[in-house]
């Protein structure tokens, strides 16, 4: 990588603008190799709404959501196997985007994989289900783009919005790992890579 474009958010959000690029269709493997073991499902808050969003883990453990609350789980529950083993690719990309953003000894222990397909949405939340909020959040977007925004520690006050673009890293760490954030409704398109879809990869410490 010769060089990289770099956007500030807030203070410890960063967007490293097409860091994943070149990684990106390997990466796109990999979640098809994830899915067909662990598949993308529908999961429902505890509030008991479905989320219009369909997810997946890798790692040694895996975020999970039902009408009991949110937690990470050591086995899949609709498989009641263990998560898939991160897969290279995977490994590859937080490891180096943990490093670009100061951050050399990042070892996330979960990928959260998000399916977005046109009229999904993720609303305004918080990441606060993991045990060491002091290891940052790495996410890759691939495919479709999406507005996403992201405010500050109460779900008040202003916030900033970006375009999400295929092979975009985000790295939200110190005063930004527990801000608000969401994306918007992702409009109908079509990439040449994930067709009518975008995914999203999360890397926590869990
Ligand atoms: C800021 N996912 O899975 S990615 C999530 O596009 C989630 O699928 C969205 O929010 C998505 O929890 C947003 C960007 C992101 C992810 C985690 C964060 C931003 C974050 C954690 C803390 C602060
Ligand atoms: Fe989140």
């Not at 970006?162 to 409009?187: E, M, N, S, T, W």
Request: glycine share 10%.
């Amino acid at each position: 990588m010769i060089e990289t474009r770099v956007t500030q958010l807030t203070s410890g959000a960063h967007v490293f603008h097409g860091y994943a690029l070149d990684i990106a269709e390997e990466l796109l493997k990999e979640i098809d190799l994830v899915v067909s073991v662990s598949p993308l499902r529908s999961v429902v808050t505890p509030s008991g709404k479905s989320m219009s969003v369909k997810m997946t883990n890798c790692g040694t453990r895996g975020w999970v959501s039902d009408r009991r609350g949110y937690r990470y789980e050591e086995k899949d529950p609709v498989t009641a196997k263990k998560w898939p083993v991160m897969p290279p690719g995977f490994v590859a990309i937080a490891k180096r985007s943990g490093a670009v953003a100061g951050y050399p000894d990042y070892e996330p222990n979960v990928c959260l994989i998000n399916r977005y397909e046109p009229g999904n949405c993720m609303g305004l939340h918080q990441d606060k289900d993991e045990r060491d909020f002091s290891q940052p959040i790495v996410s890759v977007s691939l495919g479709l783009s999406i507005s996403f925004k992201i405010g500050g520690l109460s779900r008040q006050g202003s916030t900033t919005r970006i375009d999400l673009v295929h092979g975009d890293v985000l790295v939200f760490g110190g005063p930004a790992r527990l801000a608000y954030h969401g994306v918007g409704k992702l409009r109908e398109g079509e990439h040449p890579l994930t067709g009518k879809s975008r995914f999203n990869l999360t890397f926590r410490v869990s």
